[in-house]
């Protein structure tokens, strides 16, 4: 099926606060692409982690900070974010609302290394 409706999606818990809907990867019929959403709680984050491919991130609301190799970068509504594949990652919720993020990377299988 071409079209994911994200009703029709479950969503997985990643780590408390944290949860992921994926539609587009190997499971589904992709085989050169991932595509999905992350929703943070307030005071919620994503450890500290890598992956062996590109990541590309779009801010679809909220607020927070990205780590991305030492630097903590704010984050808001409407920016773009590209971590190079090996590198060092983690996003927080810093706002009073849900941070929603849509991911893509040029992979069907892709490991998430943690680091903390």
Request: hydrophobic residues 35%.
């Amino acid at each position: 099926m071409p079209v994911f409706k994200s009703k029709d999606i479950n969503s997985k818990k990643l780590f408390p606060g944290v949860l992921m809907k994926k539609g587009i990867d190997y499971e589904t019929g992709s085989k050169s692409v991932t595509l999905g959403e992350i929703n943070l709680s307030k005071g919620c984050s994503l450890p500290i982690h890598t992956h062996t491919v590109e990541d590309c991130m779009y801010i679809v609301e909220g607020k927070g900070e990205m780590y991305i190799d030492e630097e903590i970068y704010p984050i808001e509504a409407g920016d773009q974010i590209l971590v190079p594949a090996g590198t060092k990652h983690k996003i927080k919720n810093t706002g009073k609302n849900p941070l929603v993020l849509v991911f893509t990377y040029p992979s069907v299988k892709v490991t998430r290394t943690l680091i903390e």
